[in-house]
């Protein structure tokens, strides 16, 4: 399953940086890129994309940047899942982007993995802060190693969470696998009770930390 990405960033050779690292990416598409707010708009408005990652500060477009363009990209598209990649560090502007819904917010001082890892995210439901401890909603985080990595799921188990996390629906699932939407929806919450995971998100990152989810397909076993 390919994620469709926009890119939006007003630096051509910062855009060009990132458009590579996501491209090298198994399972990421770029479909377009925008120098500003006016370019990302009519892109918008020409093309249907999973994920956009977009610069915070774009001044001279049709639109403005900051928190006026996440705005109006809220209110023209209020499905749309958004990840602001900026150079500003600053905990009031991360609490206001947050209200506005947007998923996720990534510094580029940040490791460019980190940007991988908020497009798995947000195109999976979730929500992904690194470091942003001042949010009413918590991060992403790191799970401890240790004996989690020991826990040993059933082949069941494993072979539901590697579908999952890759972005396969329960009843898809159910479908590709033969068996009960019921049973499938067990053997999930199985195994996040002996992972000691109680939600989804925690799920997610677990899976990418122990190898379970491999550039956005499922990876091998624990």
Same mark, same amino acid.
């Given at each position: 399953?390919?994620?469709?990405? +926009?890119?939006? /960033?007003?630096?051509? !050779? &910062?855009?060009?940086?990132?458009?590579?690292?996501?491209?090298?990416?198994?399972? +990421?598409?770029?479909?377009?890129?925008?120098?500003?707010?006016?370019? $990302?708009? @009519?892109? =918008? /408005? @020409?093309?249907?994309? #999973?994920? &956009?990652?977009?610069?915070?500060?774009?001044?001279?477009?049709?639109?403005? /940047?900051? +928190?006026?363009?996440?705005?109006?990209?809220?209110?023209?598209?209020?499905?749309?899942?958004?990840?602001?990649?900026?150079?500003?560090?600053?905990?009031?502007?991360?609490?206001?982007?947050?209200? =506005?819904?947007?998923?996720?917010?990534?510094?580029?001082? #940040?490791?460019?993995?980190? $940007?991988?890892?908020?497009?798995?995210?947000?195109?999976?439901?979730?929500?992904?802060?690194?470091?942003?401890?001042?949010?009413?909603?918590?991060?992403?985080?790191?799970?401890?190693?240790?004996?989690?990595?020991?826990?040993?799921?059933?082949?069941?188990?494993?072979?539901?969470?590697?579908?999952?996390?890759?972005?396969?629906?329960?009843?898809?699932?159910?479908?590709?696998?033969?068996?009960?939407?019921?049973?499938?929806?067990?053997?999930?919450?199985?195994?996040?009770?002996? =992972?000691?995971? !109680?939600?989804?998100?925690?799920?997610?990152?677990?899976?990418?930390?122990?190898?379970? +989810?491999?550039?956005?397909?499922?990876?091998? /076993?624990?």
């Amino acid at each position: 399953m390919k994620i469709d990405v +926009i890119l939006a /960033d007003d630096h051509p !050779a &910062l855009l060009a940086g990132v458009r590579y690292t996501l491209e090298s990416t198994r399972g +990421i598409d770029v479909i377009g890129t925008a120098g500003s707010s006016t370019e $990302l708009i @009519d892109l =918008l /408005d @020409d093309v249907t994309c #999973d994920v &956009l990652v977009t610069d915070f500060s774009m001044p001279n477009g049709e639109h403005r /940047d900051g +928190i006026a363009l996440l705005s109006y990209l809220r209110r023209q598209w209020p499905d749309l899942k958004i990840v602001v990649l900026t150079m500003i560090d600053n905990p009031g502007i991360v609490r206001e982007v947050a209200k =506005l819904g947007v998923q996720s917010y990534i510094r580029k001082s #940040d490791s460019l993995e980190n $940007l991988v890892m908020a497009v798995h995210a947000v195109f999976n439901h979730m929500i992904y802060f690194p470091g942003a401890a001042s949010r009413s909603e918590e991060s992403l985080r790191p799970l401890s190693g240790g004996a989690q990595n020991q826990v040993a799921l059933s082949k069941r188990e494993k072979e539901v969470v590697q579908m999952y996390v890759a972005g396969v629906s329960i009843s898809e699932i159910a479908q590709r696998l033969n068996r009960a939407v019921q049973t499938v929806s067990t053997q999930k919450q199985m195994a996040m009770k002996k =992972l000691g995971i !109680a939600r989804d998100a925690e799920l997610f990152r677990y899976a990418w930390e122990c190898g379970l +989810i491999v550039d956005g397909r499922p990876g091998s /076993d624990l």
